[in-house]
């Protein structure tokens, strides 16, 4: 668990909250050459993941401009993911393993939605964000264990397909206030 505290005021945070509905509305469909195979699929969002994990190991203080930079770190990779289509034959895979990457995305926008609309002015307490897609991940895995071996070549199983950072939540400790 990962506790990180900022002080910031509500309108600071709507860029953020754009950034994210933008990427989850506005998702482009794939087109063009399909990936070669499923490693370089999942490779297609290794920014999403670098977001992810830049998140998961801030202490300290963090600004508004580290969450916007998160969420177009997430925005771009998950874009890149969607820009072409997984390989022949494992279509499949992609909107399941979509859900990995949005669940996160709409937790994080869920929860700095609810702070923006809070009634209360100040806001102390126990952490609020949990991102977590182990559902979701579960989903894609037996998916792919379903699939042929010959079908899955070019998985590295002891990379995790970058899923490390989201197989195991983690949660952001707030301090939300306004000036």
């Given at each position: 668990?990962?506790?990180?505290?900022?002080?910031?005021?509500?309108?600071?945070?709507?860029?953020?909250?754009?950034?994210?509905?933008?990427?989850?509305?506005?998702?482009?469909?794939?087109?063009?050459?399909?990936h070669f195979d499923l490693q370089t699929a999942l490779d297609s969002c290794d920014e999403y993941f670098q977001s992810i994990r830049e998140l998961t190991e801030t202490t300290g203080r963090l600004s508004t401009h580290d969450l916007l930079q998160a969420a177009n770190g997430m925005s771009s990779g998950y874009r890149c993911f969607?820009?072409?289509?997984?390989?022949?034959?494992?279509?499949?895979?992609?909107?399941?393993?979509?859900?990995?990457?949005?669940?996160?995305?709409?937790?994080?926008?869920?929860?700095?939605?609810?702070?923006?609309?809070?009634?209360?002015?100040?806001?102390?307490?126990?952490?609020?964000?949990?991102?977590?897609?182990?559902?979701?991940?579960?989903?894609?895995?037996?998916?792919?264990?379903?699939?042929?071996?010959?079908?899955?070549?070019?998985?590295?199983?002891?990379?995790?397909?970058?899923?490390?950072?989201?197989?195991?939540?983690?949660?952001?400790?707030?301090?939300?206030?306004?000036?």
């Open positions: 668990m990962n506790r990180v505290d900022f002080l910031l005021d509500a309108d600071e945070l709507v860029p953020v909250i754009g950034t994210l509905q933008d990427a989850l509305t506005r998702r482009p469909n794939p087109e063009g050459e399909p969607w820009e072409r289509p997984f390989p022949q034959g494992l279509e499949m895979g992609q909107p399941l393993f979509s859900a990995v990457l949005e669940r996160p995305m709409r937790d994080l926008l869920r929860t700095l939605q609810s702070l923006t609309e809070a009634e209360s002015e100040d806001y102390l307490g126990e952490p609020l964000i949990t991102l977590d897609a182990e559902e979701e991940l579960n989903c894609f895995n037996t998916w792919l264990d379903g699939l042929a071996s010959h079908q899955r070549i070019g998985l590295r199983p002891s990379q995790g397909c970058g899923l490390g950072a989201l197989a195991a939540s983690f949660l952001l400790g707030w301090w939300f206030g306004r000036d």
